[in-house]
């Protein structure tokens, strides 16, 4: 019985693995259907996990059947509260509840922000222009690499700098600050680069996974594809596929 | 007479410019699934952060107890649960001479349909491959809204903010819970991370404040945000991306999931540069074609 299950739950993956992947071909019923069974059970799940996980082991049950902690009835109150938006005689309350969701998070972000970002960034941005360890290694074994690690500190400074510079607007950016403020922005654009180096590495990954499972279940995916594309016929021959063929100009 | 279309008075250089993109997805589609079935080995270098990230964990003394957040779903799982396995495989393995380390592993999750992951890769891994005890190696913690909220709430008490696990059973109940009450009992976090809540605030809330070690996982999108955390000694270690869980495979000797998407990986990098460069290379043809026309109207 397990393995029937089992076995279920793989053609469903595969259908909508492929249903998803369908819209780049162009949007149709069968990624349309994927995109609202995921919206649906997402939802569900999200509700059925917050009353379980949430809800019950931290507010419902402390306070109502172990009467341990009558100062949850603050948090179930303000929780309540929020819901007086469905009521406009009585929106105003809800207002409470949003102002300690508020400020908590206002509270705890800045707070964060403080200790975790800015003092200790600044701090290790604190360096010497020439890293001594670095100057020794390159005495010892002259190369490339010893090369550039003697450099490290020195791009890393003047370029913390020159970035900083081209965000001050103050001034126009003319001169030795425009040259300071350009090489700021050709690093910025470096670390823009290097951003969407690392966005197409993610994208790829999930393909590689998706196609890994594919054809780990190459009979479903063979199948359950062959089936797919004699409907996007069947919906080609009958008029009902309308949409236009996109390009690489419209990308 | 059959009036020319604009079509037909296109160049093949402006032709191939306004192609159907499909074709560029189905080129990429096929790079990337042929060395999946014919794979190519392509060489795996261990860059310093990944090394770091292993040594990490290595050193923290036996019997230790590790916090492991992993904070992602689904839509990360390609990236991210290679990591999760490795980790597993790294904590529950053997240590450097050999010895059982006896490492206590609390796992959680602050994405809401994380723990069903974390769930299998204990049992893959931990339960069936090593032997070790739900409740008494390992306990996963399960879900809890409330992001950096929760993680605060964890530095006063660990049992008052997950007074249940995943299952629903008491904390109290439980061996591996037995005496831990807050960061102070434990020794590392490793956390996993696809973003919002992840490690940028584990590292804002608990490393900065509780002054405790943490490595962390994180997706390729989001690994640039995080190299200031790790060049400043907030993170001990990383891992980035799929490329970061095969370096780590590679590191800790069980090659897996990560390892053989790599020449995929690789070649699907190549394939998407090419399309770059033919695509600036055109834009430039086409460019000067366009004035040259122009200049001859004239």
């Known amino acids: 019985m397990s393995a029937m299950w089992n076995t279920l739950g793989i053609w469903i993956q595969v259908f909508l693995t492929l249903a998803v992947f369908s819209f780049l ?15 649906g059970v997402a939802t569900g799940y999200w509700v059925v996990l917050q009353i379980r996980n949430v809800l019950l082991p931290n507010l419902f049950e402390p306070l109502f059947l172990h009467f341990a902690d009558p100062f949850l009835l603050i948090p179930l109150f303000l929780g309540l509260v929020l819901f007086t938006r469905l009521i406009d005689r009585y929106s105003y309350l809800s207002r409470w509840g949003m102002a300690a969701v508020v400020g908590i998070f206002a509270g705890l972000a800045i707070f964060g922000f403080g200790g975790g970002d800015l003092i200790i960034q600044i701090r290790s941005n604190i360096m010497p222009f020439l890293d001594k360890v670095a100057l020794q290694a390159f005495d ?112 | 007479m059959a009036v020319p279309n604009q079509q037909d008075n296109q160049t093949l250089m402006q032709k191939i410019e306004t192609m159907d993109r499909r074709i560029i997805f189905l080129a990429i589609a096929i790079t990337i699934i042929l060395p999946l079935i014919f794979p190519l080995g392509l060489p795996i270098n261990v860059s310093p952060q990944v090394k770091d990230f292993y040594s990490a964990i290595e050193n923290i003394p036996d019997g230790s107890v590790v916090l492991f957040p992993n904070d992602y779903d689904p839509a990360s799982k390609a990236e991210l649960y290679p990591m999760t396995v490795a980790i597993i495989n790294q904590l529950f393995g ?38 070790a005890k739900y409740g008494v190696d390992f306990v996963n913690l399960g879900y809890k809204e409330g992001r950096e909220i929760v993680m605060a709430s964890m530095g006063e008490s660990i049992p008052k903010t997950f007074p249940t696990d ?38 804002q809330q608990v490393v900065s404040v509780f002054d405790i070690s943490m490595v962390a996982g994180v997706t390729g999108v989001s690994a640039p945000e995080y190299y200031p955390y790790y060049s400043a000694g ?24 990560a390892t053989s998407g790599m020449d995929a990986q690789s070649l699907g990098h190549f394939v998407i540069v090419f399309f770059i460069l033919a695509g600036n290379v055109l834009f430039l043809i086409n460019k000067r074609h366009d004035t040259n026309a122009k200049g001859g109207q004239r």
């Open chain 1, 25 to 39: 071909y162009k949007d149709n019923p069968f990624y349309k259907f994927a995109e609202h069974l995921f919206v």
């Open chain 2, 94 to 131: 053997p240590g450097k001479n050999g010895e059982d380390r006896n490492l206590k592993v609390i796992g959680l999750g602050l994405f809401p349909a994380g723990p069903p992951l974390l769930e299998k890769a204990f049992k893959d891994v931990a339960q069936d491959k090593y032997g």
């Open chain 2, 234 to 257: 907030q993170l001990q270690g990383m891992l980035e991306g799929l490329k970061g869980a095969a370096e780590y495979e590679t590191i800790i000797g069980h090659k897996g999931i």
């Open chain 1, 140 to 251: 010892s074994h002259p190369g490339f690499i010893t090369f550039l690690n003697v450099l490290s500190n020195p791009i890393f400074i003047l370029g913390t700098i020159s970035v900083l510079f081209y965000f001050f607007f103050s001034k126009e950016h003319t001169g030795a600050l425009g040259i300071v403020s350009k090489v700021g922005i050709y690093l910025l654009m470096i670390s823009f680069g290097a951003s969407y180096g690392n966005t197409v590495m993610a994208r790829i990954s999930l393909f590689i996974d998706r196609a890994q499972f594919g054809i780990q279940n190459w009979k479903p995916t063979v199948i359950i594809g062959v089936l797919m594309i004699i409907a996007f016929v069947i919906l080609a021959i009958r008029g009902k596929d309308d949409s236009s063929t996109p390009s690489v100009s419209e990308m």
């Open chain 2, 166 to 203: 995943f299952f629903g059973t008491s904390i109290d109940s439980l061996p591996i819970m037995k005496g831990i009450q807050n960061y102070g009992d434990i020794a590392i976090i490793v956390n996993v991370s696809a973003g919002y809540p992840g490690t940028k605030e584990w590292v």
